[in-house]
């Protein structure tokens, strides 16, 4: 099983993933937000890459059942019900709701990843459940990190060493790429106190200055959830690993 990190998105084009098995990584916000939202019950994600198409695509679908979600600068959209926060995707908000998610990194790198055979995505919250489904693939793993305006960041290339530190304690097997052995030595380095690498972290700063403190301590969690935003027909629900099912192993 052989792994390689996209410190970028912009190091790839969509075709570079056709086939693939993809993880996208956004810890702040994006990807942690998703599966806090799935895992509170939202039927589905839709994540997309303009603003515009958010708008256009959230108006053809049915009305009420459909919340309009994400950011720009760190902020809530003017007309969107919500921002980027995880912490606004409680249980009372997005249950049973379709969420069309646009975020100025996250969402564009899942957009990007499309034609992957499998696309699946991970933050702090959901590393093992992540790590263990895809050692249970056994399949080459390209791992994008969303970082910041098609540069690198440090949160979601720890998060990468970590979930791959994670993977080959399952899977001995491992071939790494230098990227995916770069990312696991910036775990060693960073990952022990994720709150604080965070805090130090570009985005976290830009983050604290515009009042998200507790969505740090937030995607600082490690393992906090059990879910596995898989995306299929273009949105991310939850895997179900419905083995005794004779549509065996994708989504719900
Ligand atoms: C992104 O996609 O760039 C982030 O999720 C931005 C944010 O922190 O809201």
């Given at each position: ?11 790839a ?47 053809g679908?049915f ?9 720009r ?6 007309g ?7 912490l606004?995707?409680?249980?009372e ?11 100025t ?7 990007k ?12 919250a959901?590393i093992?459940?992540?790590a ?7 399949k ?5 990190c969303?970082?910041?305006s098609n540069?690198f ?17 399952l899977?001995?097997?491992l ?26 972290s ?9 009042g ?15 879910a ?8 991310l629900k ?15």
């Amino acid at each position: 099983m052989k792994i390689n990190v996209l410190f970028s998105p912009a190091t790839a084009d969509e075709l570079y993933f056709t086939g693939k098995t993809t993880v996208v990584i956004d810890v702040l916000r994006a990807t942690t937000t998703i599966v806090t939202a799935l895992q509170n019950g939202a039927k589905e994600i839709v994540p997309v890459a303009t603003v515009e198409f958010a708008v256009k695509i959230s108006g053809g679908m049915f009305g009420g059942q459909t919340l309009l979600g994400g950011e720009r600068n760190t902020k809530k959209i003017e007309g969107f019900a919500l921002g980027n926060s995880p912490l606004e995707y409680t249980e009372e908000v997005v249950s049973g709701k379709a969420i069309v998610l646009y975020t100025t990194n996250g969402t564009k790198a899942i957009a990007k990843a499309k034609f992957s055979e499998t696309l699946v995505t991970c933050s702090f919250a959901n590393i093992s459940s992540v790590a263990s489904f895809l050692s249970g693939l056994n399949k080459d793993v390209e791992i994008v990190c969303a970082g910041r305006s098609n540069n690198f960041s440090m949160e979601d290339s720890v998060c990468a060493g970590k979930l791959i530190s994670e993977i080959s304690k399952l899977n001995e097997e491992l071939y790494l790429s230098d990227s995916a052995k770069a990312s696991v030595a910036l775990n060693k380095s960073f990952g022990k106190n994720i709150l604080k690498m965070l805090e130090e972290s570009e985005h976290g700063n830009i983050l604290l200055d515009n009042g998200f403190e507790e969505d740090l301590k937030y995607c600082s969690k490690l393992n906090s959830s059990s879910a596995i935003p898989y995306f299929t027909g273009n949105v991310l629900k939850l895997y179900t690993d419905n083995k005794n099912s004779s549509q065996t192993g994708k989504e719900n």
